[in-house]
Protein backbone atom coordinates (compact mmCIF):
# COMPACT_ATOMS: atom_id res chain seq x y z
CA UNK A 1 0.00 0.00 0.00
CA UNK A 2 1.37 3.13 -1.30
CA UNK A 3 0.32 6.86 0.63
CA UNK A 4 0.91 9.70 -1.18
CA UNK A 5 0.70 13.06 0.67
CA UNK A 6 -1.40 15.46 -1.15
CA UNK A 7 -3.06 18.75 0.16
CA UNK A 8 -6.51 19.86 -0.97
CA UNK A 9 -6.76 23.67 -1.88
CA UNK A 10 -10.07 24.73 -2.37
CA UNK A 11 -10.70 28.00 -4.51
CA UNK A 12 -10.99 31.12 -2.34
CA UNK A 13 -15.15 32.24 -1.49
CA UNK A 14 -16.08 34.61 -3.86
CA UNK A 15 -16.72 38.09 -2.56
CA UNK A 16 -20.34 39.34 -2.29
CA UNK A 17 -21.66 42.73 -1.58
CA UNK A 18 -22.94 42.81 1.32
CA UNK A 19 -27.00 43.72 1.73
CA UNK A 20 -28.74 46.13 2.91
CA UNK A 21 -30.41 45.07 6.06
CA UNK A 22 -33.26 46.92 8.24
CA UNK A 23 -31.90 49.66 10.82
CA UNK A 24 -32.30 48.02 14.24
CA UNK A 25 -32.44 50.52 17.06
CA UNK A 26 -31.04 49.47 20.87
CA UNK A 27 -33.95 51.13 22.68
CA UNK A 28 -32.15 48.90 26.03
CA UNK A 29 -29.58 51.83 25.56
CA UNK A 30 -32.12 54.59 24.48
CA UNK A 31 -31.47 57.43 26.76
CA UNK A 32 -34.22 58.73 28.23
CA UNK A 33 -35.57 55.10 28.70
CA UNK A 34 -38.57 54.48 26.61
CA UNK A 35 -39.79 52.25 29.75
CA UNK A 36 -41.20 55.31 31.82
CA UNK A 37 -43.31 57.75 31.17
CA UNK A 38 -41.04 61.43 30.55
CA UNK A 39 -42.42 64.28 32.29
CA UNK A 40 -41.74 67.86 31.42
CA UNK A 41 -42.61 71.20 31.80
CA UNK A 42 -42.77 74.10 29.61
CA UNK A 43 -42.84 77.00 32.43
CA UNK A 44 -41.45 79.02 33.43
CA UNK A 45 -38.38 77.98 31.12
CA UNK A 46 -38.69 74.83 28.70
CA UNK A 47 -36.12 72.45 29.58
CA UNK A 48 -34.30 70.65 26.65
CA UNK A 49 -34.26 66.84 27.17
CA UNK A 50 -31.35 65.06 24.57
CA UNK A 51 -32.72 61.62 22.81
CA UNK A 52 -29.73 59.36 22.34
CA UNK A 53 -30.02 55.74 20.53
CA UNK A 54 -27.88 53.70 19.06
CA UNK A 55 -28.71 52.17 15.65
CA UNK A 56 -27.03 49.50 14.20
CA UNK A 57 -27.13 48.18 10.30
CA UNK A 58 -25.90 47.27 6.73
CA UNK A 59 -26.26 49.68 4.75
CA UNK A 60 -24.63 48.53 1.46
CA UNK A 61 -23.46 52.36 0.49
CA UNK A 62 -26.61 54.02 1.14
CA UNK A 63 -27.07 56.71 4.34
CA UNK A 64 -29.73 56.28 6.74
CA UNK A 65 -32.86 58.90 7.08
CA UNK A 66 -34.20 59.69 10.34
CA UNK A 67 -36.92 61.49 11.32
CA UNK A 68 -38.43 62.81 14.97
CA UNK A 69 -42.02 63.16 15.35
CA UNK A 70 -44.48 64.46 17.90
CA UNK A 71 -47.94 62.21 18.14
CA UNK A 72 -47.03 60.50 15.12
CA UNK A 73 -50.06 58.69 12.93
CA UNK A 74 -52.09 60.28 15.46
CA UNK A 75 -55.16 61.77 15.22
CA UNK A 76 -55.97 65.33 16.35
CA UNK A 77 -59.91 65.55 18.17
CA UNK A 78 -61.88 66.73 15.41
CA UNK A 79 -59.58 66.12 12.17
CA UNK A 80 -59.83 63.24 9.85
CA UNK A 81 -56.04 63.56 9.15
CA UNK A 82 -53.11 62.69 11.41
CA UNK A 83 -52.34 65.71 13.57
CA UNK A 84 -48.16 64.49 13.40
CA UNK A 85 -45.70 67.37 13.65
CA UNK A 86 -41.97 66.77 12.63
CA UNK A 87 -40.18 68.68 14.44
CA UNK A 88 -37.98 71.18 14.23
CA UNK A 89 -34.26 69.90 13.23
CA UNK A 90 -35.90 66.51 13.57
CA UNK A 91 -34.55 65.05 10.45
CA UNK A 92 -31.08 63.69 10.48
CA UNK A 93 -29.04 61.86 7.94
CA UNK A 94 -26.81 58.93 9.05
CA UNK A 95 -23.97 58.24 6.83
CA UNK A 96 -23.81 54.27 5.53
CA UNK A 97 -21.68 51.95 7.31
CA UNK A 98 -21.87 48.20 8.12
CA UNK A 99 -23.39 45.87 10.91
CA UNK A 100 -20.19 45.79 12.61
CA UNK A 101 -20.61 49.51 13.57
CA UNK A 102 -22.07 49.48 16.90
CA UNK A 103 -21.01 53.31 17.45
CA UNK A 104 -23.79 54.98 15.45
CA UNK A 105 -26.59 57.03 17.60
CA UNK A 106 -29.38 58.89 16.21
CA UNK A 107 -29.39 62.33 18.54
CA UNK A 108 -32.01 65.08 19.12
CA UNK A 109 -32.52 67.57 21.40
CA UNK A 110 -35.77 68.42 22.35
CA UNK A 111 -37.56 71.47 23.73
CA UNK A 112 -40.95 71.33 24.44
CA UNK A 113 -43.21 73.82 22.79
CA UNK A 114 -46.53 72.24 22.57
CA UNK A 115 -50.09 71.66 24.14
CA UNK A 116 -49.92 70.73 27.78
CA UNK A 117 -51.28 66.77 27.94
CA UNK A 118 -49.87 63.84 27.27
CA UNK A 119 -47.84 63.23 23.60
CA UNK A 120 -45.86 60.65 21.94
CA UNK A 121 -42.32 61.60 20.50
CA UNK A 122 -41.24 59.14 17.54
CA UNK A 123 -38.39 58.41 15.71
CA UNK A 124 -38.74 56.84 12.20
CA UNK A 125 -35.23 55.25 10.80
CA UNK A 126 -35.01 54.08 7.39
CA UNK A 127 -32.80 54.09 4.36
CA UNK A 128 -33.08 57.41 2.39
CA UNK A 129 -34.67 55.25 -0.94
CA UNK A 130 -37.30 53.59 1.90
CA UNK A 131 -38.82 57.44 2.33
CA UNK A 132 -41.00 58.90 -0.12
CA UNK A 133 -39.74 61.22 -3.13
CA UNK A 134 -42.02 63.65 -2.81
CA UNK A 135 -42.31 63.77 1.17
CA UNK A 136 -39.12 62.53 2.35
CA UNK A 137 -39.82 62.88 5.32
CA UNK A 138 -42.22 60.34 5.33
CA UNK A 139 -41.86 56.08 4.87
CA UNK A 140 -43.13 55.02 1.54
CA UNK A 141 -45.86 52.44 2.06
CA UNK A 142 -43.89 49.85 0.32
CA UNK A 143 -40.94 49.96 2.06
CA UNK A 144 -41.60 50.50 5.72
CA UNK A 145 -42.80 47.25 6.56
CA UNK A 146 -38.94 45.64 5.08
CA UNK A 147 -36.82 49.13 6.24
CA UNK A 148 -38.41 50.93 9.40
CA UNK A 149 -37.51 50.88 13.01
CA UNK A 150 -39.69 53.07 15.04
CA UNK A 151 -39.37 53.47 18.40
CA UNK A 152 -41.68 55.73 20.93
CA UNK A 153 -41.25 57.87 24.01
CA UNK A 154 -44.41 58.90 26.25
CA UNK A 155 -44.17 62.26 27.29
CA UNK A 156 -46.20 64.31 29.61
CA UNK A 157 -45.79 67.55 29.39
CA UNK A 158 -46.90 69.87 32.03
CA UNK A 159 -48.91 67.28 34.00
CA UNK A 160 -51.54 68.04 37.22
CA UNK A 161 -49.39 67.81 40.45
CA UNK A 162 -50.59 64.34 40.39
CA UNK A 163 -48.45 63.57 38.04
CA UNK A 164 -51.11 61.35 35.68
CA UNK A 165 -50.73 61.68 31.92
CA UNK A 166 -54.05 63.14 30.86
CA UNK A 167 -55.20 63.17 26.81
CA UNK A 168 -53.62 61.10 25.73
CA UNK A 169 -53.54 60.49 21.74
CA UNK A 170 -55.66 57.10 20.60
CA UNK A 171 -55.92 55.85 17.21
CA UNK A 172 -59.58 56.07 17.69
CA UNK A 173 -59.72 59.96 18.59
CA UNK A 174 -60.80 60.64 15.17
CA UNK A 175 -64.89 62.40 15.54
CA UNK A 176 -66.44 61.54 12.46
Same mark, same amino acid.
Given at each position: ???A????I ?12 R ?15 ? /?????? *? ?38 E ?32 G ?26 A????? /? ?15 ? *? ?9
Amino acid at each position: MVFAESCIIADPPEYQTPLRTRPVLNVYSAVPTTTHAL /ITFTEP *NPLKTKFTVPVRSEDAGEPLRAVFFLDYQMPRRGLTQPGEVKLPSGSKTIPASSYDNAGRTVEYEWTPMTTKGCHYLSLIVAHRSSFLESDEDHLNPRYADDDAA /IVTWTIGVDPPVSGALE *NCPTTDTITP
